[in-house]
């Protein structure tokens, strides 16, 4: 039977269990719940092979590198599924980022949602919709979707209901490997039925992943202060604190190839005004926050940790001191040794 049509006790007590054993806030087992059926939808379409499954949710729900709760979905379209194949210019660029919000917003969003009907979702029990795209910005990339979803909980100011879809036209999609993906209430109750088996999805390499957090704190340190984004930006210094140790992790360091071509498609297809993507070197590189940025990124830690950790959480203290090392390995590796 399906999770959605079980009585509402029910539901309270299989979250609760569930909760309890995997050491995470219930909400959040509600929420991974949706947010695994919204992937499995996604990869159920006639165009799924073009998608890529990329960011902190493809951590940890497709490689299992990360403890932390996921509750955004992050995907990269191969842009030759929209007519934007090789090699292509800033004009290119530009229509090729109107072409997906567009796709985004329109095609893709009803797609999904008569997937998850044919999932078995009873119409009229979700609503989604698109992040309005502006008449001066129609180029909006990525482009955002969300799927409201009916829950049997009270509100977690931290978790919010909203699935948030994030889809990208100018992200890499290679290498992208095969991986299951299950919800919490399967790993926990296995064969249960509620969410059903569990299904593929096409994952960005995990090496990728590391690199792009680190360019993108990296990025949002070099932005005048009044610019730098605290909110649910901790998060990404976590996802690197757990996987700098892993193989993934020492791989992407030790990788003077992908992290030249990291930084060669962020300067070409990325572009963020105010950037300067020749500070994105070894030797320049800092991606940690200093003064009172670092209190207030403290303080988003200790938020995320009460709600999207799964049992004991590293301290923020050691999460720095470990980054630190981090950022010194990176920085003194040597390419040509």
């Known amino acids: 039977m399906n999770f959605t049509k079980l009585t509402k006790e029910e539901q309270l007590t299989i979250l609760a269990n569930v909760a309890e054993e995997k050491g995470i806030v219930d909400n959040a087992v509600e929420k991974d719940y949706w947010v695994s059926m919204v992937l499995r939808a996604i990869f159920s379409l ?4 073009a998608f890529v499954f990329k960011g902190g949710t493809s951590l940890s729900k497709g490689w299992g590198l990360i403890e932390r709760f ?28 109107k072409k997906g919000a567009k796709f985004t917003s329109t095609e893709f969003m009803e797609a999904v949602e008569q997937e998850m009907y044919n999932l078995g979702v009873e119409k009229g029990t979700i609503k989604i919709y698109a ?4 008449a001066n910005r129609p180029d909006t990339d990525p482009q955002a979707i969300y799927i409201d979803y009916p829950t049997v909980l009270e509100a977690n100011e931290y978790l919010l209901p909203p699935v948030k879809i994030e889809i990208s036209v100018r992200s890499l999609i290679e290498p992208a490997h095969e991986r299951e993906v299950s919800s919490l ?6 064969g249960n039925g509620y969410a059903g088996d569990p299904f593929t999805v096409q994952a960005i390499d995990p090496r990728i992943t590391f690199l792009e957090k680190v360019f993108l704190l990296h990025e949002e340190f070099t932005k005048p202060r009044d610019k730098i984004r605290t909110v649910r930006m901790s998060r990404h210094l ?60 403290g303080e ?8 999207m950790f799964r049992g004991e959480a590293t301290s923020f203290k050691v999460v720095i001191e470990r980054l630190t090392e981090l950022q010194n390995r990176i920085k003194q590796f040597n390419a040509s040794a």
Request: hydrophobic content about 35%; charged content about 25%.
């Open 238 to 297: 976590h996802d690197l604190e757990k996987t700098m140790d892993t193989d993934f992790g020492r791989a992407a360091i030790s990788d003077q190839q992908l992290y030249d071509q990291l930084i060669a498609h962020r300067r070409h297809f990325i572009r963020q005004q105010n950037v300067s993507y020749d500070l994105h070197g070894r030797e320049t590189l800092q991606f940690l926050p200093v003064g009172d940025l670092l209190q207030q990124y």
């Open 70 to 97: 996921s509750e955004d979905i992050d995907l990269a379209i191969n842009r030759e599924a929209l007519g934007f194949g090789g090699e292509i210019s800033n004009f290119k660029i530009k229509q090729l980022k």
């Open 131 to 134: 992040e309005p795209i502006l």
């Open 46 to 49: 006639p165009y799924a092979a």
């Open 185 to 190: 209430i399967d790993e926990a109750i296995p």
């Open 300 to 307: 988003d830690y200790e938020l995320m940790k009460a709600n």
